[in-house]
């Protein structure tokens, strides 16, 4: 039997399917997309018809079970590969591996054929020819006097084997053969599925030092009991990282009909054996060992449950994050970066976010130096800004309240935000930064980016590796490889869907573009600084490594934007090159022409007012003719009565792909996808103090498991507990009315109530 003939016998699409509910045909359509490097975003917006619009939550469930399935297919392999070393593998044990569906399986059928682990005492008996020993013994070989034993070799000849000082070596193949029998294996996985119920997790205060020093801040889990089934995935969380810090002490608890069902099993595969003493040593060890074994995938799949639970609210709330709008208007932004000791660090910023300015003041009465609110007045009557963003961090509310009684004296017309300012200190510091902001100080780049995060947040939080703007909860408790994954998925999909003027948007918003990386958006920008703004999606597939897989993933979601009425439209023509001294340069030369319906040309290449649209270019042919069939003219995309007519069209007469294209044309051509979500809160004056029975209007800071953290301008965010919240969806950056239920002195302070 050839190993490269043994191939799983399952198929991918076919597992997936069953496991997430959804057609086997939509799941192998997103199988082969996805291996054809087809991205998420690409495959949710451009080929949902072959995937039966699945939503991209979905996609990345395929996804995630398909880099399991084919980790699985990998260790199918190595085990039947490692079975036949050992001269092993048969027909019979070759089909009950390739027909393992999950890694678990897979160890249950593979491990009575498997090597012993290198060095083990299970490794060194089996070295020194004892396992047919153990063999004789299981088929009722009786021990002779002196501690010696008959065998029949391979050639059919007895020998008599001497067994003294070898009997823990003899013991651990017999333990092994115990653990690994199919019927004892199979009493294991009965006692995980069928009794799981009755499985007990204890949790107490440890007896280490470290208990006293962490300890308090897992009090809650301080003698609890609860059956494995019911834990949710933070209290897991919450007691793994417990047990790590030392502060507790966690133990797993079998039913006792449980034990004694392994303890028969075990029985009935010694029952040949004679020797009572080794017939009860065995089975006390194996039991042991394998209670042992229960106790650890009890825990891992624990752990495994929690740990996508917390993978997924990181996910939710970083898109969330992402998604937040920017502030509605042309406006300029005050930012401030608060604190102690250093002052608070100002930079005020024009409606682009080019810096106007820059400052360090102490706002607050814990700073050594004396209080300085008249900086802020000062640099209103130099800049007149319209929004103030404080950063959430050390000093908020202390420098808060100073704001409000800043905005008192300048008569109203000012209002103030509170901005998530994690990961801005990290930027600072970073070449981004300092080749966006050479000459801004280094201590007052992070108030920049607090302000930017409210003129274009998504575009000043791509400049942060997402891991950093820690949202969710036990980040550092999760698998860096699996958290960073998902969570630089999330920041192409929000990237993406936003869309990204191909000839404004910086090389670190393009660089999270489905499709591009860092080389090709560095590219696209040097091409733009070398000969000019892109005037056709089409002169993409002209920048250095963007080949036609390339252009098809990232095009659709990258705009350009053309300035253009119904009268006049710009005509940019190159001027032909102008050689003086050693060189020659080339100059552009802008003129109008009168006329909406004539096309601009760059180039030589003819503008295509699609381009300013979310339609792929492989679409354009079905976009034109819904366009001329509905008597429109493509410049007129995005006017209000282009819209309106092109929603009376009627799709039925069109290909399934038409819906995708009606959709995009029915937007103005300034339509940003992030307008759904929340804007940010704005306020005058900050929250009176708090009190039992108080009303008030807040924003969700953080989403958990266990509930969400709204910031009310208290000194703490409260918590709205997620019994408070059923049948109700709360996201992270949602104002929600809330009333203070109860103060506690403990804990998180608040616990806040839908209003």
């Not at 009493?187 to 470290?210: A, Q, Y």
């Not at 009303?695 to 409260?718: H, L, M």
Request: with cysteine; hydrophobic share 35%.
């Amino acid at each position: 039997m050839s190993l490269k003939e043994l191939k799983p016998r399952w198929t991918t699409s076919k597992l997936i399917s069953d496991k997430i509910g959804e057609n086997e045909v939509y799941v192998r359509n997103a199988e082969n997309l996805m291996r054809s490097d087809s991205t998420i975003p690409f495959i949710a917006r451009y080929r949902g018809e072959n995937v039966g619009n699945m939503g991209v939550d979905k996609l990345y469930k395929i996804k995630e079970e398909m880099a399991r399935l084919d980790k699985l297919a990998k260790e199918i392999t190595k085990s039947l590969a490692a079975i036949e070393k050992e001269k092993k593998l048969t027909s019979k044990v070759a089909h009950s591996i390739v027909s393992c569906t999950t890694l678990s399986a897979l160890e249950i059928v593979s491990a009575p054929y498997m090597p012993a682990k290198q060095g083990s005492t299970l490794q060194k008996a089996r070295t020194q020819g004892l396992e047919p020993v153990a063999f004789a013994l299981l088929a009722g070989c009786p021990v002779l006097p002196g501690d010696k034993i008959q065998v029949r070799d391979e050639g059919g000849v007895t020998k008599t084997i001497d067994l003294a000082g070898k009997w823990n070596l003899v013991d651990a193949v017999l333990v092994d053969l115990v653990k690994t029998n199919r019927d004892v294996m199979d009493c294991c996985e009965s006692i995980l599925k069928t009794h799981r119920r009755g499985i007990m997790m204890s949790v107490e205060k440890s007896k280490s030092k470290e208990a006293d020093a962490t300890g308090e801040k897992f009090s809650h889990y301080f003698k609890m009991r609860k059956s494995v089934d019911v834990l949710q995935p933070f209290e897991v969380m919450a007691i793994n990282r417990g047990e790590k810090l030392k502060a507790l002490s966690v133990s797993v608890t079998l039913p006792t009909a449980s034990v004694e069902n392994l303890k028969r099993s075990c029985q009935r595969a010694m029952n040949m054996i004679r020797a009572p003493e080794i017939h009860n040593r065995v089975i006390t060890a194996a039991t042991t060992s394998l209670k042992s074994y229960l106790t650890r995938r009890v825990r891992g799949q624990l752990k495994e449950v929690a740990v996508g639970s917390s993978v997924g609210v990181f996910v939710e709330n970083l898109r969330h994050l992402l998604l937040t709008p920017p502030i509605h208007g042309s406006v300029r932004v005050l930012a401030l970066d608060p604190g102690y000791k250093n002052g608070c660090k100002m930079a005020v910023l024009d409606e682009m976010g080019e810096v106007l300015d820059t400052c360090t003041a102490h706002l607050n009465a814990k700073a050594k130096e004396f209080v300085q609110p008249g900086v802020i007045v000062e640099l209103y009557r130099k800049h007149r800004f319209s929004i103030i963003g404080i950063g959430n961090g050390t000093a908020c509310r202390e420098t808060e309240h100073a704001v409000t009684k800043v905005i008192e004296r300048l008569g109203g017309g000012v209002k103030y935000t509170v901005v998530e300012e994690r990961g801005a200190s990290i930027y600072s510091c970073s070449e981004v930064a300092a080749a966006e902001l050479a000459d801004v100080n280094m201590v007052h780049r992070s108030a920049v980016s607090i302000g930017r995060r409210l003129l274009d947040p998504l575009s000043e939080y791509v400049k942060i590796e997402p891991q950093h703007l820690g949202v969710g909860q036990y980040q550092h408790d999760l698998p860096a490889s699996q958290l960073n994954s998902r969570l630089n998925d999330t920041v192409v999909e929000c990237v993406s869907f936003t869309g990204a003027d191909l000839n404004m948007c910086s090389q670190a918003l393009l660089q999270r573009v489905a499709g591009l990386n860092v080389a090709t958006a560095k590219n696209i920008v040097q091409r733009r600084r070398e000969s000019g703004p892109f005037t056709n999606r089409q002169q993409v597939l002209k920048v250095k490594g963007v080949g036609p897989k390339t252009f098809e993933q990232c095009i659709g979601f990258l705009r350009i934007y053309h300035q253009s009425d119904d009268t006049t439209t710009e005509k940019v023509e190159e001027a032909e090159s102008d050689e003086e001294g050693n060189g020659s340069r080339k100059r552009k030369k802008r003129t109008a022409a009168v006329g909406g319906s004539k096309k601009r040309k760059r180039d030589g290449v003819m503008i295509d007012y699609l381009d300013q649209t979310s339609v792929h270019p492989e679409c354009y042919e079905l976009a034109d003719q819904i366009i001329s069939d509905a008597g429109l003219d493509k410049k007129d995309i995005g006017t209000d009565s282009f819209i309106q007519r092109i929603k009376m069209i009627d799709i039925g007469q069109y290909p399934s792909l038409s819906c995708q294209i009606i959709s995009s044309l029915s937007q103005p051509i300034n339509y940003d996808y992030r307008s759904q979500f929340s804007q940010p809160l704005l306020r005058s004056s900050a929250t009176s103090e708090v009190r039992v029975g108080m009303v008030t209007e807040g924003r969700v800071t953080n989403v958990t498991q266990f509930g969400a953290f709204v910031d009310i301008g208290a000194s703490r965010d409260g918590l709205l507990h997620r019994s408070k919240t059923v049948g109700r969806t709360v996201v992270l950056g949602q104002r929600l009315g809330v009333r203070v239920e109860r103060m506690d002195q403990k804990g998180i302070g608040l616990e806040l109530s839908g209003s």
